[in-house]
């Protein structure tokens, strides 16, 4: 079989694949000749087996071998990236080697090859098939290798050996206080939110503390120390998740292998509840007017880590079942106690709710699955005059609760009283809501008649 061809890779691709390699020099440097001549060669040893032993320094010869990451590449060779394989190679550079002559006039950087795939495999190409990857290709991967940070300072290696050390506290219950904070500082790094994730009892640990049942429902004033610990852990779901598919994945296998049915009767840092995670993990105001008010901070780390959340699949058809969307509605339009909905501080959860619904259900430019929300199928609106009637016999303080068919005209009287406040408008978060759930209702009713026609034509 023919040698595969090798082509230099033009200028305007180089800049898209954003490969740093070593360039071409005029002549083989001393330092690559003495390391190829050297008898005492220091080796690299990943397994006990000598023969996959290799030099710590490449040793080049007159023919293209693979560059192992963790060698040294001498300077003056001539390298290229098997894109095929994703292996970098480099042999001796020979300034005066021919170039295939098809390239010749074109605009090219020596310093990448391609390497063409076998006849056998353009064969397949020219017949409309697909190319297969090759033996030795690595396997594709979306979301790449997660790598542990290195342990360069004194300070780096503390950090690492803190965090074990905070996991392990965690799920035993001791200082529970502690080991949340290091957790929620260190979980935005994408390496220790993977960590995180993929133990099941530091998971369940955290969403047992972040939807701990004193918050929801005990009487009188919630405890500090509650408050403190479900806004944490909170936090520190929300991070773990955040631009970290990894983590998510790990996170959404647990909800499935049984943690939405926990009741974190096994939780060491805390009462069990009554609720299952399925249900108390999307509550986000008091079940009742008797249970404590809720700070806007907690409200706002739980809406955080909810949003996160339901990136998954399975989370967010539970988080459907769970009337979460219900719950929402109320947090847009329920006013909690007097003291608490002064300032801004309640003004940022609601716009935090809205957007929520935006990026997870309604806008598909921020990631969102059309289709799920609303559903006109079974979802069916009460008229308008319905709505009005019951939110003005309900009050303020209750008109969110049990409103889930009035979510629509809810929605327009929430768009319209932030215009009349000068505030709202096109390009407000209160007016793109109203005007995407009417485009999904729109295109939901219209998808409904055109299944029944099809029917009827049958």
Known sequence: MPEPKQHSLPLSLLALLGVALAGVSASSSPSASSAANSDEAELICHTSN??????KIFQPTSEFQVVHPDQDLPTGLHVRLNIYTGQKEAKINVPDEA???????????????????????????????????????PVYDPDGKIKEPRKETAE????????????????KGLDVDQALEMLEEISH???????IAEDYDTVRELFCLANSPSVFTSQGTAPEKDLTRSRLAALTISSAVQNNPKALAEISKHWTAGLQQDTCTKSKSQSPGSEPLQ???FRLLPSSSSSPSVPASLTKARISAISGLLKSPSIRQSFL???????????LLDTPSTSQAQGEEWEKVRRQAGHLILDNFLDEDMGAVLGEWPDAVRDVQASDKECAS???SQGDEKKGQ???DCWDWHAKQLADRYKKEGKGGKGHWSWELWNRLKEQRKNASSNKKNKGGKKDEL
């Open 189 to 195: 790094d994408i390496y220790y939110g993977l960590k």
């Open 321 to 331: 079942s769970a009337n979460g969307i219900d719950l929402l509605l109320q947090v």
């Open 279 to 281: 249900i108390s993990t």
């Open 156 to 171: 780096s290696q503390e950090e690492g050996s803190a965090f074990y050390k905070s996991l392990t506290i965690l799920k």
């Open 99 to 137: 170039v295939d002559s098809s390239l010749e006039g074109l605009p090219v950087d020596t310093s990448i090859v391609i390497v063409d795939p076998q006849e056998d495999s353009l064969g397949s190409e020219e017949q409309g098939q697909p190319l297969k990857p090759l033996k030795n290709a």
């Open 390 to 392: 019951r939110a003005k």
């Open 50 to 55: 000598p023969a996959e032993c290799y030099p």
């Open 402 to 404: 049990g409103q889930g």
